[in-house]
């Protein structure tokens, strides 16, 4: 297994970036991943004011993928997450959902008990540590964008699910794929309401496997139960609507059953979910379990 350090970030996913690492296709890499705020924050001292806003939601990489080629795409496996020792909470201003109703920034740190597996609020509360990475990806098409913005090419999609056990396939636009992850959470709610996870450093393990031959515009999700689409855009609605087209036109041409009826079948069967709802890009999932996938016949 090879070692990758944060010592190399990128803060936009870009076709043009240097590779930090090359890999070849089904290589395991543990990555050490910084905190969104590029640890600036280790006590209530420093403030989230005094922050350098160009050093936000660094990603480790780009790694290079040997066999990925544009057009086709990359595998990503999750095989492990390690977390740090404490994570930071953040809200603000016209930040997040709430953030017309505040004045003023609002900071909560919190350690981790990794005896008991647990993110410390307070002495009277404890919540699970569920560890997932909020921002991973691949270069883009056309201009870099910034790793705090979702889209096709993944980037801060903060989907909770993205977690030990996933698996998770994008559309590579350059040879090489150069992929990146970052924006550890120990733990983060559906939608990210606040603007902010538990963030915190860690490693994520992942194994990299080329897939030129298989093609699709958008993220791939697959996890123990389910599988599905994630997908970004300007509106909840909109996010909503191209990840239930995307499934559905998928799962008909790999089956041959007509959408009618797999619309029906969905609408009983499957679930949107809202990943977050505070980036530039709303980003929503849907996903349908693997059982009922299997009854169609449906495989990549």
């Given at each position: 297994?090879?070692e990758?350090?944060?010592?190399?970030?990128?803060f936009?996913?870009s076709?043009?970036a240097?590779?930090?690492?090359?890999?070849?296709?089904?290589?395991?890499?543990r990555?050490?991943?910084q905190?969104?705020?590029?640890?600036?924050?280790?006590?209530?001292?420093?403030?989230?004011?005094?922050?350098d806003?160009?050093r936000?939601?660094?990603?480790?990489?780009?790694?290079?993928?040997?066999g990925?080629?544009?057009?086709?795409?990359?595998k990503?496996?999750?095989?492990?997450m390690?977390?740090?020792?404490?994570?930071?909470?953040?809200?603000?201003?016209?930040?997040?959902?709430?953030?017309?109703?505040?004045?003023?920034?609002?900071m909560h740190?919190?350690?981790i008990?990794?005896?008991?597996?647990e993110?410390v609020?307070?002495?009277?509360?404890?919540?699970?540590?569920?560890?997932?990475?909020?921002?991973?990806?691949?270069?883009?098409?056309?201009?870099?964008?910034?790793?705090?913005?979702?889209?096709v090419?993944?980037?801060?999609?903060?989907?909770?699910?993205?977690t030990?056990?996933a698996t998770?396939?994008?559309?590579?636009n350059?040879d090489?794929?150069?992929?990146?992850?970052?924006?550890?959470?120990?733990?983060m709610?559906?939608?990210?309401?606040?603007?902010?996870?538990?963030?915190i450093d860690g490693?994520?393990?992942?194994?990299l496997?080329?897939?030129?031959?298989?093609?699709?515009?958008?993220?791939?999700?697959?996890?123990?139960?389910?599988f599905?689409?994630?997908?970004?855009?300007?509106?909840l609605?909109?996010?909503?609507?191209g990840?239930?087209?995307?499934l559905?036109?998928?799962?008909?041409?790999?089956?041959?059953?007509?959408?009618?009826?797999?619309?029906?079948?969905?609408?009983i069967?499957?679930?949107v979910g809202?990943?977050q709802?505070?980036?530039?890009?709303?980003?929503?999932?849907?996903?349908?379990?693997k059982?009922?996938?299997?009854a169609?016949?449906f495989?990549?």
């Amino acid at each position: 297994m090879i070692e990758l350090s944060d010592e190399k970030v990128l803060f936009a996913f870009s076709k043009d970036a240097e590779p930090v690492l090359t890999v070849d296709s089904g290589e395991t890499v543990r990555i050490h991943a910084q905190d969104c705020f590029s640890n600036q924050i280790q006590s209530y001292e420093d403030t989230i004011d005094g922050l350098d806003w160009d050093r936000v939601n660094p990603a480790t990489g780009p790694i290079y993928v040997k066999g990925t080629k544009k057009g086709g795409m990359l595998k990503v496996h999750i095989d492990a997450m390690e977390v740090g020792k404490q994570g930071i909470c953040c809200t603000g201003k016209e930040e997040g959902v709430y953030g017309d109703k505040l004045d003023d920034w609002a900071m909560h740190i919190v350690p981790i008990d990794h005896e008991t597996n647990e993110v410390v609020w307070d002495d009277k509360l404890r919540l699970p540590v569920k560890p997932m990475i909020g921002v991973i990806g691949v270069a883009p098409a056309g201009d870099p964008v910034s790793c705090g913005t979702p889209d096709v090419h993944g980037g801060n999609m903060d989907n909770n699910q993205i977690t030990t056990g996933a698996t998770i396939w994008f559309p590579v636009n350059v040879d090489g794929a150069l992929f990146g992850l970052g924006d550890m959470h120990a733990a983060m709610g559906d939608g990210e309401v606040g603007v902010s996870g538990a963030e915190i450093d860690g490693y994520a393990t992942v194994t990299l496997t080329a897939e030129p031959d298989l093609k699709f515009d958008t993220p791939l999700f697959e996890d123990a139960d389910n599988f599905g689409v994630i997908y970004s855009a300007p509106t909840l609605d909109e996010a909503a609507d191209g990840a239930v087209h995307r499934l559905v036109d998928l799962v008909a041409d790999r089956t041959g059953r007509e959408p009618a009826e797999l619309v029906q079948l969905f609408s009983i069967a499957a679930n949107v979910g809202v990943c977050q709802m505070v980036d530039p890009l709303r980003t929503v999932r849907f996903t349908v379990p693997k059982h009922v996938l299997d009854a169609l016949g449906f495989a990549l």
